[in-house]
Each structure stands twice: as C-alpha cells, then as structure tokens.
C-alpha cells in the first residue's frame, strides 16, 4: 500500500470524483425533465456515499441554484428533482422558517421542491399520513 499521511477516513473518493456527468454543461439540456433524464442514471451513485451531508453543505444546491447531482439529489435551478434510495431528510438543511402552508400537503410539497428539510409541522403531517397509507 503506497504511504499516506492522511488517516484512510480521509481518503475517501466519492463516486462523482471527476465525473463531468454529475454537473452536466447546460448545452446537454434546456428544461428541468432533460437534466433529469441526464442525471437518473448517475444518482445512485450517491446512494452509497457516507458524505452526502458534507456535500450538501459545500455546495449549497438551494442558494447556488445548483443544476446537477449533489448529496444524493438531483437539482434544477436549486430545487430538488429526485432523491436518492435510502437518503434522509435530516441531510438537508433546516427550513429558514415556518410558512402558511406548514402542516399541509402542500407545505411539505414546498419544503421538497426547495431542498430543505421538513419543518416539525410538516413532519408531523408526513408521519401521520405514511401511517394512514400503512394502516390501509
Ligand atoms: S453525495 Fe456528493 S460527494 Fe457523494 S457521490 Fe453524491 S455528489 Fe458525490
Ligand atoms: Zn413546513
């Protein structure tokens, strides 16, 4: 094994490492359902990764208006498309604050689309209706 200075926890290569795939250049596609079509196929790599939090806070998708694949979601112009298998919305960063739709359908629909995680309303509303759908 070559000789690292750095502890093997920081040898990490994600699986986007270098690939031009996971920020595709914006001559590949012109509306939201084109890039998701580009990156599906490249998601589940981030399914995986033990960073997926980290890469959400480095590149700030929401505020960068991010188009491409970051922390297991994939973004059009800062919005969430597609998430990941297995990813937890506790990644994503908090809700800047409640709104009036909170505790709706669609309030969570608002959280989802702008990549931010659930405010305790909404979750409250989330869990009761995955229990209902359970129950049935
Ligand atoms: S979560 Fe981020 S670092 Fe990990 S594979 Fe996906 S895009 Fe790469
Ligand atoms: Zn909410």
Redesign the pocket.
Known sequence: MPYSALPTTDTLI????GHPG?APKSALYSDRSQLLKLCLPL?P??GP????A???KQ?QPRAGRLDG????RIWFQGEVLAT?EGADDQELPPALGSRQACGTRSGIDEHYKRGERYCDACRTVLTSSTQLQLTE
Not at 14 to 17: A, I, T, V
Not at 69 to 72: F, H, L, P
């Open positions: 994600p699986g986007c490492y996971f998601l790599t981030c990764c033990p960073v997926r980290r890469c959400l590149t694949i970051a922390g297991g990941v």
